[in-house]
């Protein structure tokens, strides 16, 4: 059984359309995230939610918006998309409402191109 | 400069050699750390914490260096399973934490 689960894995799309990304967790924890990573590498955060609500929304741009219908569940809409918005996007949880165990279990990512 | 910085590699060792890794973290109130391992188009998982004292995971010992400021990675006897970029990650914050990952470490473990 998978933990965190993602989907698509892969989806290529041209600028300006509209995309969404669904993640979804079985483990039964409180927090879950969306982090970008880059051609670069780098991991970063964008945003956070404890059940249901907004606790880390880091500087994005608001044509990303997450949305969290439920605690095991938080998906990531993406308007008018971008050829900077290529990276892989992973989805994450972790128990309770703080990481200080530094426990984050990731989803496989997302990989998005933009043409 | 930037909050959690690695050499990003890539090194290339042979099997059954010893590789260190270091990484610098610019937030001195940051309290915990830890390393990630990715493999090559996977997802990040957590390899271990560090503890001020340090500590040992099998081959896998890491060191925090809170005067200077630096977390390390020792593998000791490398595997080639061990291929991977390693994440050096760091808990920041009070009330909202958050974990700030490095670039990472690019290690070949080559026959």
């Known amino acids: 059984d998978t933990a965190v689960s993602q989907t698509p894995k892969y989806l290529v799309t041209q600028m300006g359309n509209d995309k969404s990304i669904k993640c979804e967790q079985n483990l039964g924890h409180d927090t879950m995230y969306w982090y970008k990573q880059d051609s670069k590498k780098f991991l970063k955060i964008m945003f956070s939610?404890?059940?249901?609500?907004?606790?880390i929304n880091e500087t994005v741009p608001n044509r990303f918006s997450p949305k969290s219908p439920d605690k095991a569940h938080l998906n990531l809409h993406i308007n008018s998309l971008e050829l900077g918005d290529s990276a892989v996007y992973f989805c994450a949880s972790s128990p309770g409402t703080s990481v200080v165990t530094g426990e984050l279990f990731f989803g496989e990512g997302s990989r998005l191109t933009v043409l | 400069r930037k909050e959690v910085e690695q050499d990003p590699g890539p090194f290339n060792v042979p099997e059954g050699a010893t590789v260190a890794f270091n990484c610098t973290y610019s937030?001195?109130?940051?309290?915990?750390f830890f390393w990630y391992r990715q493999d090559c188009r996977k997802e990040p998982k957590l390899l271990m914490s560090?503890?001020?004292s340090g500590n040992e995971d099998g081959r896998f010992t890491a060191q925090l260096n809170r005067a200077s400021q630096y977390i390390s990675l020792l593998i000791r006897d490398s595997k080639l399973s061990d291929s991977a970029t390693y994440l050096c990650v760091v808990l920041t914050g009070a009330g909202s934490y958050q974990l700030t990952f490095g670039k990472g470490t690019k290690l070949s473990v080559i026959p």
């Open positions: 939610y404890n059940n249901k609500e907004l606790i």
């Open positions: 937030n001195s109130a940051s309290q915990s």
């Open positions: 560090v503890y001020s």
